[in-house]
Every structure is written in structure tokens, then in C-alpha cells.
């Protein structure tokens, strides 16, 4: 492998090499927007392409998005727990684990249950998705008197 020479201003993969700290050390700026020191070395024998962003954050968003694809598959919401309780903490945390209707939220009164509820209901046609849930109280759930969901 070629040593390269150091340029200020060149692209490393994801990094550009912002300015010489000193004989040993540069600082570069990763596309994903963290500032990082990068060896000399590092740099010269095209060690280092990034800040350790692109491998983590890749591994994390496929994994993410093979789950939820994995869930429309399988239509879990409608036939299985495992895949409602997925979404319901999804929407509880969204919506801050407050009902939408009414504010109510256990962290003010435990007695307060909250639910997943689909704005369109499933039997109308309403998919499971985050724009089309919303988190609500046990109560505010039944009184809508529309299709209960878990
Ligand atoms: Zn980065
Ligand atoms: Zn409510």
C-alpha cells in the first residue's frame, strides 16, 4: 500500500481533514457530522475512512427496518401479541406515553392504562402504521366507541 501525503481540505472516505493539530494528529470532520482526531498514520497508509459511524449505524438501521418489514409481513398486529406490544411501545413512546385525548398519563396517575388505537380502524381499512396510531387512555379508548384495539 502507497503512503499518501496529507492534504488539508481532502476526503478520507467520509472524512475531510479539516486542519493539522500537530505532527502526529489531524482533525477531521466525518460527513455524518462528528469532529474527530485522526492519527497521521491513520491517514497516510488509508486506514480510516470514518469517524465509526457507517458500520454501527448501518447495522442499526437495517436491523430496524428488516423488524418492522418483517411485522407488515406477517400482519402480527391483527393475529399476534408479540407484534402489537412492538407497535404499542412505539406509539407510547412517540406520543410520550400521554393519551391524546384526554392527556391523562400513568406517570400522573397510575391508574391510567394506556392503549395503541388505530386513528382509521383496521376493519376500515387502516393500516398499522406510526402516522396512523395513536396512544390512548383506557377510557377515552372505549368511550370513542369505535373498534377497541389492544
Ligand atoms: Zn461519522
Ligand atoms: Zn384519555
Not at 489531524?26 to 497516510?44: F, H, P, Q, T
Not at 391510567?112 to 381499512?125: C, E, K, Q, Y
Not at 379508548?141 to 377497541?148: A, C, P, Q, R
Request: with cysteine; charged share 35%; proline share 2%.
Amino acid at each position: 500500500m502507497l503512503r499518501k501525503k496529507i492534504i488539508i481540505g481532502n476526503k478520507y472516505g467520509k472524512l475531510t481533514i479539516i486542519r493539522k493539530e500537530n505532527n502526529y494528529w489531524y482533525i477531521c470532520d466525518c460527513d455524518c457530522g462528528n469532529r474527530i482526531m485522526v492519527s497521521a498514520k491513520d491517514l497516510e497508509w488509508n486506514k480510516i475512512h470514518n469517524c465509526g459511524c457507517t458500520s454501527k449505524e448501518k447495522i442499526l438501521r437495517e436491523k430496524e427496518q428488516k423488524k418492522i418489514e418483517k411485522l407488515f409481513d406477517e400482519d402480527r398486529f391483527k393475529n399476534g401479541r408479540s407484534g402489537a406490544s412492538f407497535w404499542k411501545r412505539q406509539v407510547l413512546i412517540r406520543d410520550n406515553c400521554i393519551c391524546q385525548m384526554c392527556g391523562a398519563s400513568p406517570a400522573k396517575d397510575p391508574t391510567v392504562d394506556l392503549h395503541a388505537d388505530h386513528i382509521t380502524p383496521w376493519s376500515r381499512g387502516g393500516k398499522t402504521t406510526l402516522e396512523n396510531l395513536r396512544t390512548l387512555c383506557m377510557k377515552c379508548n372505549i368511550g370513542k366507541g369505535d373498534l377497541h384495539d389492544e
